[in-house]
Structures are given as C-alpha cells and as structure tokens.
C-alpha cells in the first residue's frame, strides 16, 4: 500500500501570497517527483529530487521551488502566487533501484486555484 | 528518451477484453516499457511494466513483440470502474526517474 500524502487537497488563494504545498511519504524512497497537471492535459514534470539535499528543475520550467532536507519531506514552494499557477501538484517517489524505480506511487494532488 | 503514440480514446462494453496499443519505434536497448492508469482528480497509478515477450499480472497482461517497437497492454473482462486514461511510457535503465506522459489513451467503458 502507498502511503505518499499531499496536503491541502485544495487551496484558493489570492494573488501574491507564498503557498507551500507539503508531500510526505512514508516508504523511505529516495527518490520524489513533483508534477503538474491542467484539467484533462499532459502531467508536466516540475521538479525532482534523488535523496537529501539534491533538488533538480523538471521539463516544464515553474516559478516553483522545493527543498529536500529531510528523506520523507519534499515541499513545494511559489513566493508569490498568481492566476497562471492554478493547476493540480502531483507528488511522487519511487526507489533508486533501474526497474523498481520506474513504478512511481502518486499523492492525491493538491489542486490550486489563484484568483 | 524513445517517443510513444498511442490512441486518443477507445470505447468498449463491461465484460469485454480491451487491447490498447502503443507504439514505441526508437525504443534503446536497455528501455523498459510501463503503463500507468490515471482516474479523474487523481495521481497516475502503475499498472505494468515489461521488457519483452509477456507479463502478466493480476490487474493486465503486457504483450511485446520480439523487436519491441510496440507494445499492447490488455486489460481482461473490463467494468464500469476501469473507465481511466492509460498512459505508455519508455524509460530508460539508466532511471532518471524522468517519466514523460504523453496525451494517453482515455478508455470509456460503457454498460
């Protein structure tokens, strides 16, 4: 069973304000992804992690950033939020390991809405 | 990392066996091939992953043939529940991590 967590579930907020959106899970995995997602389109890679203190940009470049300080904690942070950034955050993880590593184990999203 | 096409949607009945085909003609040497299930509102899940000939699990089996330049996962006697998008992907051994989703296939499973 997955046990990756992803809170809030859904955030509305203004223009302006710095928002982090918290993942954790409890696998142990070195390995976490944060991904974006607009309403019936592509999931976009935003960012990734390999383990403690490795942070690395994704494909689709975001105005985001995270941190990795400890295993189980990737939060993602936008100093200041805007209208263009509403759109559902998937966090991830998987092993380090070739073949394991390619079966990634999703939060349930947190969807965002900036007004 | 090798390019995937796949059908857009696909429709078929409760009870049926659903074949969804991907394409994956640039694959290297050392890919390997995964499919992940993605509900509305929800993160994608994994559902199989394959190198070459057969694999089979208790949720799909995943055909591939001996050049590998495609692949077909086959879902077994589908229900109402298995209406999701299914999402191909190629990903290197060398394991990035780097997963690239593309359109996927939107299956619509009717009554």
């Known amino acids: 069973e997955a046990d990756i967590y992803q809170t809030p579930r859904y955030l509305v907020i203004g223009t302006g304000k710095k928002i982090t959106l918290e993942c954790s899970q409890t696998?142990?995995?070195?390995?976490m992804y944060w991904y974006q997602q607009d309403p019936g389109m592509e999931l976009h890679l935003i960012h990734y992690?390999?383990?403690?203190?490795?942070?690395e940009k994704g494909d689709l470049s975001s105005e985001s950033t995270v941190s990795r300080i400890r295993t189980e904690h990737f939060p993602l942070t936008l100093e200041s939020a805007r209208p263009s950034h509403t759109s559902q955050y998937l966090c991830?993880?998987?092993?380090?390991?070739?073949?394991?590593?390619?079966?990634?184990?999703f939060g349930p999203g947190t969807r965002l809405t900036v007004l | 990392l090798a390019k995937t096409t796949q059908p857009i949607s696909m429709d078929s009945y409760e009870g049926q066996e659903v074949n969804i085909t991907c394409s994956h003609n640039?694959?290297?040497?050392?890919?390997?091939i995964t499919w992940y299930q993605q509900f509305p509102s929800q993160g994608p899940r994994f559902i199989i992953q394959?190198?070459?000939t057969k694999v089979t699990n208790e949720v799909a089996s995943l055909f591939i043939p001996a050049d590998r330049k495609s692949s077909t996962l086959s879902l077994p006697r589908v229900s109402l529940s298995d209406t999701a998008v299914y999402y191909c992907?190629?990903?290197?051994?060398?394991?990035?991590?780097?997963?690239?989703f593309g359109q996927g296939t939107t299956l619509q499973v009717k009554p």
């Open positions: 394959g190198y070459k």
């Open positions: 640039n694959i290297a040497t050392n890919d390997y």
């Open positions: 991830a993880s998987s092993e380090t390991s070739p073949f394991k590593g390619n079966e990634q184990f």
């Open positions: 992690s390999y383990g403690v203190n490795s942070t």
């Open positions: 696998m142990g995995h070195d390995k």
């Open positions: 992907l190629v990903v290197g051994s060398s394991n990035t991590g780097k997963l690239i």
